[in-house]
C-alpha cells in the first residue's frame, strides 16, 4: 500500500467498530456525562432518552457505527483535516446537531448521519421472543445518507494484520510479473493439479485431445508445430482481445516458415507476455488462435472452430489477458498503485477488530461496481471462460485464479477477495454452466428464476449478447463450443440458437436496447435471437407465470437449417425456415418519425375496426428487432402493415403476446419483433368510474381485442 494518504489526530476519533453494540456502549460512549450541553447535541439526546427505557433496550447492529462526533465538531476542525473537510461538504446542509454514522454494505463503506430518531423493527430473534411471549423488540437508530453524490469507500488492510482477518479487500499488487507473483501463480496451479478432483474431472485424460497446432515455447527459437501422432502433452490457452491492426498470424503464406520458427521479437505484447506464464508454469506448449489457426483459409478456420469446445476445456490453464484491449497492449506491466487507480483523498483510520485489537485501516474511493475488464466485453472470450477448467486470469487490479472447485476460495494476488458485481454475475453463471455441462444433479433456484438446463443456456445466451464482436457473421459461431456441448446435455437438437423441443415457448425473445438496421450480411433467421446485434432477453414460462399457456392454434410444424459444408448445426448457417401453424391478423404500425420504434413501445398498433382501413388503436405494446432505414429518415407519421400471430395467453393478468412479421411473398415472413396485449395498455377517457368500474371496463375492452385476435384466420406460413 502506497503511503499517499492522509491521517492526523482528527480523523484518528474516526474508529471503525462494526460489533453489535447494546445499551452499555450507547450509555458508555454516547452519553452526556462529562460534556457540556448544547442546542448541537440533540443528536445525543434522542439517543440517550430513548436508552432510557428499559422495555426497549437500543441495540446498534453489526456493520453500522455511530460516532460520538457532531456535524458541529466536524465544522469546527474542518480546515484542520482533510477527511473532516470531505465530511463537512458532504454535510453542508444538513443540521449540525446530527452525529456523524458509518455503515457497511458488502464491501463498501457509506458515511452516513443520524439524528438518533428511533425505529422498530422486528428481527428475526424477535419473532421467536414474540412467539415465545416475551414480547421483546430491539430498536435500530436510523441512519439517513448524505448528501447525493457522496462517495463510497473501501476499507484496505495489509496482509498480515489483525485487521485483514476480517477486512478482506488488500492494497493492489502493482507487479504482476515479479518473482514472488510468478511463485504465487505456481502454487495455485500445483495446488489444483494435486487436490481438486473435479477439475482434473474437467480435463479429461481419456479423450486424448491435442489441438491440431501449437506453438512450442521450449527452447530459445518458438516454432509451430502440429501434434498430429504426438503423445498427450499439457498446454495452456491464451483468451485475449485482438484488437484492430498488426497482429501476428498464420496465414498460407506464413504457415511453412512458421512451422520452422517464430521470432520472439516479433511476438505482440499479450503474446509475449502468455508465453512468459507459460514457461514460469513448466509448460511447453502454448494454444494462440491467431497463430495457431491459418487465418486466410476459411476450411481450416471453420474445422477449428468446431474444436473451440476442447481446445479450452482441455487445456491445463487458460491465460486471460483480461486488462488488455488489445493484442499489443501486453498484461504484465505494472499496475497503477492504489492511489492511481481510484483517485481522491484516502484516509488511514484505526480499526477496532472483533477481538478488541486496534488496527488500522485505509479508506479509498470505491471502484464502480459496473466496471468491466476489457476482454469481458468481447463475444469470443465468454466461450473460452465458461470451457476452461483453470484459468489464471490478468486483470485491471489483480491476479486471480479460478477453477471448478466449489470447496476452494478463489485466491488472488490482491485487492478485493470477491470480484465486482458485473464480473461476478459472469463467473458465478460459468461455474453453474460448467457444474451442468460436467453432468452434475440440477437443482432448481426459484429466487433466480433458473427451472431447468434451458434456463442455464438462455442464460449464458443473454450474457453473451451483451458482448460485442467484431464480425456480425460470428453471432453463432462465436458460442458454438457451447452450444455443441449444450446439445448433448439437453439430448435436443440446436436450431440456429434455440432448441427444437422448446421452439414454440422460446421465440418470444425481445431486444432490451433500440433496434438496429437489419445487417446486409446475413447471420441467423429472423426468428433467432443470433439474427440481432442487441442485448435480448426472453420470456419464458416459469412457475409465477405458468398460467400462461400457448394458444391452441398455434404449433411449430417444422424447422429447416442449412448449414454451411463445415461446422454444422453450431456454427455459420445459410439459412432457416421455421413453419408454423397459427392465427394470423393484419394490423398497422405506426411510424411516429425517428426514435419512434424504441423497445417496449406502447400504443403504436391499430386494426380494422370494421369500416375499411380507418384504424382503431389496439391496447398492445411492440418490441422491435430491426428498423429499416427510411424509418429512420423520414421525420412523417405514416402506417406499415404488419401481421400479427398470437403464440402464447394469459387470460387472468389480461395478456396475450405473439410475433409482428412483415410479409415477404407468398407464405414466406420474416420477424420483426414482438408484441404484448395487455389491460395495462388500455387508457380510458376521464370519468367518474369507480376503481372497480374502471377496471371492469378495461377487462371488457380487453376481451374485445383478444377475441379479435382469436378470430383470425388459421394459416401455414414459413418465417425466414
Known amino acids: 500500500m502506497d503511503s499517499s494518504y492522509h491521517s492526523c489526530e482528527i480523523c484518528q476519533k474516526i474508529v471503525l467498530d462494526f460489533s453489535e453494540k447494546d445499551e452499555d456502549w450507547v450509555k458508555t460512549y454516547l452519553s452526556f456525562e462529562g460534556r457540556k450541553v448544547s442546542s448541537d447535541d440533540e443528536g445525543r439526546a434522542a439517543i440517550t432518552a430513548r436508552r432510557t427505557c428499559p422495555e426497549f433496550p437500543l441495540r446498534i447492529p453489526s456493520g453500522q457505527i455511530i460516532f460520538d462526533i457532531s456535524i458541529a465538531d466536524i465544522r469546527e476542525d474542518m480546515d484542520n ?95 504482476p510479473s515479479s518473482e514472488a507473483t510468478f511463485t504465487m501463480v505456481q502454487g495455485w496451479l500445483q495446488t489444483c493439479l494435486s487436490s481438486h478432483m473435479t477439475c482434473r474431472d474437467c480435463v479429461k485424460s481419456d479423450l486424448a485431445f491435442m489441438p491440431t497446432r501449437l506453438i512450442e515455447i521450449a527452447g530459445p527459437n518458438y516454432r509451430l508445430c502440429g501434434t498430429a501422432g504426438r503423445p498427450v502433452e499439457p498446454y495452456a490457452a491464451l483468451s485475449y482481445c485482438w484488437g484492430t491492426t498488426g497482429q501476428l498470424t498464420s496465414t498460407r503464406g506464413t504457415y511453412q516458415s512458421h512451422l520452422a520458427s517464430i521470432d520472439p521479437q516479433a511476438l505482440p505484447a499479450t503474446v509475449w507476455d502468455a508465453v512468459e506464464v507459460t514457461r514460469k508454469l513448466g509448460i511447453k506448449y502454448i494454444w494462440v488462435d491467431s497463430i495457431c489457426i491459418i487465418q486466410d483459409d476459411a476450411s481450416d478456420k471453420a474445422i477449428e472452430i468446431t474444436q473451440m469446445e476442447h481446445v479450452y476445456s482441455q487445456a491445463t490453464v487458460t491465460i486471460m489477458a483480461s486488462r488488455a484491449a488489445s493484442v499489443h497492449e501486453g498484461f504484465l506491466q505494472d499496475r497503477l498503485p492504489t492511489t492511481g487507480t481510484f483517485g481522491g483523498s484516502q484516509f488511514q483510520v484505526p480499526y477496532r477488530c472483533l477481538n478488541g485489537d486496534l488496527d488500522t485501516v485505509t479508506l479509498v ?8 475488464e476489457p476482454l469481458n466485453t468481447r463475444g469470443w472470450a465468454m466461450q473460452e471462460r465458461f470451457l476452461s477448467a483453470r484459468i489464471i486470469e490478468y486483470g485491471t487490479f489483480q491476479t486471480r485464479w479460478t477453477c471448478q472447485d466449489k470447496r476452494a476460495i478463489m485466491p488472488s494476488d490482491g485487492f478485493r477477495a470477491a470480484l465486482l458485481n458485473t464480473e461476478q454475475q459472469t463467473e458465478g453463471l460459468s461455474r453453474e454452466t460448467l457444474s451442468a455441462l460436467r453432468g452434475e444433479p440440477f437443482i432448481p433456484t426459484e429466487a433466480t428464476g433458473v427451472f431447468d438446463l434451458f434456463d442455464v443456456w438462455f442464460n449464458v445466451v443473454a450474457v453473451y449478447c451483451k458482448r460485442s464482436l467484431t464480425s456480425e457473421s460470428d453471432r453463432l459461431p462465436a458460442i458454438s463450443g457451447l452450444a455443441s456441448r449444450f446439445a448433448v446435455l439437453l439430448n435436443d437438437e440446436y436450431c440456429a440458437g434455440l432448441w427444437r423441443s422448446r421452439l414454440a415457448e422460446d421465440l418470444l425473445w425481445t431486444c432490451v436496447s433500440y433496434p438496429c438496421v437489419r445487417s446486409d450480411n446475413y447471420q441467423a433467421p429472423s426468428w433467432s435471437w443470433a439474427a440481432s446485434n442487441h442485448h435480448i432477453i426472453f420470456h419464458r414460462v416459469t412457475v409465477s407465470t405458468k398460467v400462461s399457456t400457448q394458444d391452441p392454434a398455434f404449433s411449430v410444424l417444422d424447422c429447416k437449417i442449412e448449414t454451411e459444408e463445415i461446422g454444422g448445426l453450431f456454427s455459420s448457417i445459410k439459412s432457416g425456415t421455421l413453419t408454423v401453424s397459427g392465427r394470423l391478423r393484419e394490423a398497422l404500425w405506426l411510424i411516429r418519425g425517428p426514435g419512434s420504434a424504441a423497445p417496449d413501445s406502447p400504443c403504436c398498433l391499430y386494426v380494422n375496426d370494421g369500416n375499411g382501413w380507418e384504424p382503431a388503436m389496439l391496447p398492445a405494446r411492440i418490441s422491435v428487432d430491426f428498423i ?93
Open 81 to 175: 483535516c482533510s477527511l473532516y473537510r470531505y465530511l463537512a461538504d458532504a454535510t453542508a446542509d444538513l443540521d449540525p446537531s446530527m452525529l456523524l454514522a458509518g455503515e457497511m454494505v458488502g464491501y463498501h463503506f457509506d458515511f452516513k448521519v443520524t439524528r438518533g430518531s428511533q425505529q422498530t423493527k422486528t428481527q428475526f430473534w424477535d419473532l421467536i421472543n414474540l412467539k415465545e411471549g416475551s414480547g421483546i423488540h430491539n430498536h435500530q437508530v436510523d441512519l439517513e445518507y448524505l448528501k447525493p453524490g457522496g462517495r463510497k469507500f473501501d476499507l484496505i488492510a495489509r496482509a498480515g494484520t489483525s485487521a485483514a482477518k476480517e477486512v478482506q479487500t488488500r492494497p493492489i499488487n502493482t507487479a
Open 365 to 372: 474511493s470505491s471502484l464502480d461496481d459496473d466496471f468491466t
Open 628 to 720: 429499416d432505414p427510411e424509418v429512420e429518415s423520414n421525420s412523417d407519421e405514416y402506417f406499415v402493415p404488419v401481421t400479427l400471430l398470437q403464440i402464447r395467453v394469459n387470460d387472468r393478468l389480461g395478456k396475450a403476446n405473439g410475433l409482428v412479421l412483415r410479409h415477404i411473398n407468398g407464405c414466406d415472413y420474416s420477424r420483426l419483433g414482438t408484441f404484448e396485449l395487455t389491460r395495462n395498455c388500455i387508457t380510458l377517457p376521464p370519468s367518474h368510474r369507480s376503481p372497480t368500474e374502471k377496471q371492469a371496463e378495461q377487462t371488457r375492452l380487453y376481451q374485445q381485442y383478444g377475441n379479435w385476435l382469436n378470430q383470425g384466420e388459421r394459416q401455414v406460413i414459413n418465417i425466414v
